[in-house]
């Protein structure tokens, strides 16, 4: 993978690392009134963790125990995101936001997609160009939708009682 252009390179990629572990680590918190609550606070802490440390050190995703803890979370992921998938398909009678299982497939997808993404980043932890604006993409896009559904009442509208009074 080519080196990307410009100093900036190294320190946006350790920014987006950054806002992602805050990210998850955010929807980690947010898990607390969820009935399922200590299923999804595991999901999410624990890529927060992982990114965080991408954060601090780029190269530790070389590490044996970061890729293999990375790459066991993210066959889990992909495996409930199938799930949840087959069962949206089958069930799905609006907006795919409106249903809770629609939410949980895109943390679900957002983790996998960065987790993957730090993990091809093992030989060169900036990356090329195109991988880091993939970062930025896949970093822009949570807070984005979080900004959205926020303002957006009809989407909240129809959520259970657990999500509406979550932020």
């Not at 993409?137 to 009809?154: A, C, D, G, M, Q």
Request: some cysteine; overall charge neutral.
């Amino acid at each position: 993978m080519a080196q990307a252009a410009g100093s900036w390179a190294p320190a946006l990629w350790r920014a987006c690392n950054w806002l992602m572990g805050a990210f998850f680590a955010l929807a980690a918190f947010v898990q607390i009134n969820d009935p399922d609550a200590e299923l999804w606070v595991m999901v999410y802490t624990l890529p927060a963790v992982l990114t965080l440390l991408v954060g601090f050190n780029p190269l530790v995703t070389g590490h044996f125990i970061w890729r293999s803890v990375s790459g066991i979370h993210i066959f889990f992921c992909v495996v409930w995101a199938s799930r949840l998938m087959s069962y949206l398909l089958l069930h799905t009678q609006q907006n795919i936001l409106h249903e809770e299982e629609g939410r949980e497939l895109s943390g679900l997808v957002i983790i996998t997609a960065w987790m993957s993404l730090c993990l091809s980043s093992s030989k060169n932890p900036v990356g090329g160009r195109i991988q880091l604006a993939l970062a930025i993409v896949i970093t822009l896009f949570p807070f984005i939708s979080w900004v959205y559904i926020y303002i957006n009442k009809e989407i909240r509208s129809s959520w259970p009682t657990h999500c509406k009074t979550v932020m």
